[in-house]
């Protein structure tokens, strides 16, 4: 079977992609994965990252939950959500992957080919970071991309690697829809004043320099270090939660109702 025929009954595809490692991809797209599920929305997140996936830990799902059918292999559903990682069809967990170059790019397409998704509204695609081998097979093999979501921290260092990621979209002509600063300093749950631990401005900065629209700040939860089980979304009176939240639902514009 062919990877386009594979998800033809997927309506929009974003991927959430950043030039540097840790700065909170897996966390922007597995709450907007979840925040989108429970607004009715038909979705499911593909994690994609071979060398260090953590999507399951963060829905708390295992091996033990995945059901290979005639199908082909069946995402896990964690509430509403169709939930598929790399991480699950690795021998051991936590196992480290040695595949390189041509064999990478084969896997993640066979990879691609094997999840019966059915219909979706949407699939959000999390991806490793930088702009490697995967990214490359990943942007090229998915057809029909909506486009990127962009997530960025807001150093300087983080801004140079955004940037690199952002040509590498311009080169092959799929659309950044946007950029997110994470961790955009901690706002007091007291005086509500924010104080930017990892400087400000980068976001904003990166935006301007490549006409690209600035989605939101996300501040630091403290909260979930405190409780690591929680999402941050669902953190409900959190500062984090309620930003999180506005770019959800700017996503949900740009991409799912923009034809309505
Ligand atoms: N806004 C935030 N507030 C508090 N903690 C956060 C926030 N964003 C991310 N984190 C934490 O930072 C760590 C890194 O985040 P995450 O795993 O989402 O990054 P990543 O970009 O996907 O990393 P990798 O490049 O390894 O895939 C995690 O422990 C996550 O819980
Ligand atoms: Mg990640």
Known sequence: MEIVKRMSKIKHKIAVMSGKGGVGKSTIAV?????????????GILDIDIHGPNVPRMLKIGKKDLIISAEGIVPVK???????SVQLLLPEENSPIIWRGPRKTAAIRQFLVD????DLDILVIDCPPGTGDEHLTILQSIPF???????TTPHEVSLDDVEKSINMAKHLKIKVLGIVENMSGF????????????GSGGGNKIASKTNIPLLGNVPIDIASKELEDVLLIE??????????LKIVNKIENIVLKREE
Do not use: H, Q
Not at 235 to 244: H, P
């Open 187 to 198: 706002v007091c749950p007291e005086c509500k004043t924010e104080i930017p631990i990892f």
């Open 31 to 43: 709450n907007l994965a979840v925040a989108l599920s429970k607004k009715g929305y038909r979705t």
């Open 78 to 84: 964690v509430g509403n959500l169709k939930v598929i």
């Open 115 to 118: 999840v019966s998704w059915g």
């Open 145 to 151: 991309f909506d486009g990127i979501i962009m997530v």
């Open 235 to 244: 953190n409900g009176e959190s500062e984090t939660s309620k930003r999180l």
